[in-house]
């Protein structure tokens, strides 16, 4: 049924389906709906993504699906839209533990975000816009640029590269709007990425935002469950390649460092082209060699698809994960479990210190040979640049 009307069906195993779409239908200055808050993903190539309820995805279909090619444009779909919120990154973001996504109580579904100016170095578009939707925005992209051209290319898409090309002028933010973004935005923020420390979210929402340097504190403060039991690296906000990348960057730092994994790690490939990918460069390889367990290419625990098996279903527990959401019972279904969100690679060093307490900025773990050693920052030239 679907081939014959034209419509893309991709079977279970095919990837989460944010990702396939990055990887094959987003394109810069294109519109999209869809029935997930985390559509606007696609935001990271330049698209205009909103997610949508089902009944306005019905509305869409119907008015501009398979044999209404000739309709006009309702514009009240798009027109949700009505503030506009301009973010600047002050500098280049070369190496570090990367931060995950903190709310702003300011923010609300009718903020509509584009980011402008400078470069965000190897930080991924696609998950900052998959984090919008946390804090309440309806859409968020990134202006046309050379890495999504590479990206384009890479995903077998040089056509619409070339395309994107010879528009680009109209994909990107204009000189007078880099000049002086608020007579364009209706509110301005400037965040310098070098000062910027990792974040971890939880538990039980992703408001619950604490920089790594004041997370010992607030474990200890209200009691959380210190021993960190799983480790959770997937999801639509934190699956591709370039997430993988990090990860295993520390990764293979066990081995290198003769060092133990104190907790189990459980790894979520975004799509089967990325973990195919993965596998080829040895990534795949890496966490197994940790002993982490590759799931299916799927959403996985981020929507319960997780049958965890535990001593005692009412003990309470600690699990940190690279998903954009942990509310009570959402993983594992269990109320009691301590649902924490950071960046793949602050998960995998908490992972391998099986202590929530750990900072890996500044703290040292012992090895195998009884020596103190520190885990690497991941590097800017060592992880993929698109």
Known sequence: MSSRFGIGFWKPGAGIIHQVVLENYA????MMVGTDSHTPNAGGLGMVAIGVGGADAVDVMTRYGVG?????IDRSTFERCVE???FSERCH?????????ERGDECHYRIFWRRYGFTLGYLSKATICNMGAEVGATTSLFPYDERMKVYLEATGRKEVAAMADAVSADLQADAEVVADPSAYYDRVIEIDLSELEPYINGPFTPDAATPISEFAEKVLAHGYPRKMEVGLIGSC????YQDLSRAASIARQVDEKQLSVAAPLIVNPGSEQIR???????????FLKIGATIMANACGPCIGQWKRHTDDPLRKNSIVTSFNRNFA???????NTHAFVAS?????ALTIAGDLCFNPLKDALINQEGEKVKLRVPEGDELPST
């Open 27 to 30: 394109f810069p200055g294109g």
């Open 68 to 72: 209404a090619e000739n309709a006009e």
């Open 84 to 86: 506009r919120m301009g």
């Open 93 to 101: 973001f070369k190496t570090g533990w990367n931060s995950d996504c």
């Open 237 to 240: 906000t934190n699956s591709s």
């Open 276 to 286: 195919a990918t993965a596998e080829r460069d040895g990534m795949i390889d890496a």
């Open 329 to 335: 019972k959402r993983a594992d279904g269990n109320p």
């Open 344 to 348: 793949p690679e602050v998960v995998l």
